[in-house]
């Protein structure tokens, strides 16, 4: 037998290396057992686990990844111009053209601005390019209006913004609580003011802000078309009352592009009135970048702009014209009498077709004679939009 002394180390010895060799192993063994899946909750998350990324969302490496869907990395794209808001409830009443059906408002007034009505369907003809018309719908309107009060506010002379401001004031006071009314200034840029509103105060309080200008430049032609692309989702027929002295510095646009996009939108009536009648005066004959010249030029695209688009042209000398101004205005764009009829061309090409609104007297075709209580002859005008573009929809 062995000695006794020499058992006793020789079992610690082994007994020592089958622990290490099970701690040595046990790594291999639990690597080789497969990992089950945490227990579910309903919802598909695991109840266990409070981690602020539990149930949605890569983990990384140091921590919550938030990767985005390639959706959501839309490409840079060049903002459009702010458009204005649709004012609520706003019917759609007025001229909207939408082939094969044409609605036209006319207005018709005598020489000094008054309102004819009691007008029959038999007193129009409508004439596209040329070709007589049948009328299928006619009706006179009394209705809220929708409008814009594009004014021109630069450092360019005290009576300009005097005139703008007393004007402006004025066509806010003839405002009914059912119209809708923005307010935008412009001198290199357009401003909006205002989007469209019902509350006369909030209107007031916009063009208290309207003191101190600060660039010298007038870009009418920019402002106006800019105005024209933000009333485009606003739903029926808009005004816009254009009250400028109508030169233009440096606008991007030109008056040919001005003039384009004015023929290009059918549901817009622009009412021009001139401001800095009393500079005018002082610079009759005059040269330099106040000259007659300009002025004139000044006043035929303002005349211009209005005639396009069945409006009407003003240029008061004074600011004492401006009620009498407005009172025509409102006249105009509250009576009116709407036509609505099925063009012969029936083709959407996108041409250009000219409208014309001619008074008859029914039994003999000839033109309708008016007369006053004292049967004298009264001259009168008709104000219709000139012609719309024939495409498939109107936006």
């Not at 990395?73 to 458009?83: D, I, N, Q, T």
């Not at 004959?285 to 688009?309: W, Y």
Request: net charge neutral.
């Amino acid at each position: 037998m062995f000695p006794k002394t020499l058992l006793v180390p020789s079992a610690k010895h082994r007994l020592f290396a089958a622990l290490l060799a099970l701690l040595l192993c046990a790594p291999l063994v639990f690597a080789q057992q497969p990992q089950q899946p945490p227990a579910q909750s309903p919802s598909g998350s695991n109840p266990q686990d409070n981690s602020p990324t539990a149930g949605g969302g890569p983990e990384g490496d140091v921590g919550s990844i938030a990767v985005p869907k390639k959706k959501d990395a839309a490409p840079h794209e060049e903002k459009k111009p702010e458009k204005f808001k649709n004012p609520p409830g706003l019917p759609d009443y007025s001229v909207r053209v939408d082939v094969p059906s044409v609605n036209v408002d006319v207005i018709v007034t005598t020489k000094d601005g008054v309102f004819v009505p009691n007008l029959k369907p038999e007193n129009f003809r409508v004439l596209e390019d040329g070709v007589p018309q049948k009328v299928t719908s006619f009706n006179q309107t009394e209705a809220p209006i929708t409008a814009v009060m594009l004014v021109e506010f630069a450092n360019t002379s005290y009576y300009n913004i005097q005139d703008m401001l007393q004007a402006s004031y004025t066509f806010a006071s003839t405002l009914k609580p059912q119209d809708w009314i923005a307010l935008v200034s412009y001198d290199m840029k357009p401003q909006i003011w205002q989007d469209f509103t019902q509350d006369k105060q909030q209107l007031y309080a916009n063009l208290g802000h309207l003191r101190i200008p600060g660039f010298s430049e007038t870009n009418l032609f920019d402002a106006l078309y800019d105005t024209l692309d933000r009333v485009e989702r606003v739903e029926g027929h808009k005004y816009i009352l254009l009250i400028c002295s109508g030169v233009d510095t440096f606008s991007k646009h030109t008056l040919d592009q001005a003039y384009k996009k004015v023929k290009a939108t059918p549901d817009v009536t622009i009412y021009a009135i001139s401001t800095g009648g009393f500079v005018r005066a002082v610079n009759e004959g005059g040269m330099g970048p106040i000259s007659t010249l300009t002025f004139a030029q000044a006043d035929n695209q303002m005349r211009t702009f209005a005639s396009m688009t069945g409006g009407m042209y003003f240029k008061p000398r004074f600011p004492g014209e401006f009620p009498e101004v407005f009172r025509d205005i409102g006249a105009a764009i509250r009576s009116q009498y709407q036509l609505t009829y099925h063009p012969s061309n029936t083709k959407m090409d996108g041409s250009y077709r000219k409208i014309k609104i001619q008074l008859v007297n029914p039994a003999t075709g000839d033109p309708l004679r008016m007369v006053n209580e004292k049967g004298k002859d009264v001259k009168y005008q008709i104000i219709a939009r000139d012609g719309y573009n024939a495409k498939h929809s109107v936006e």
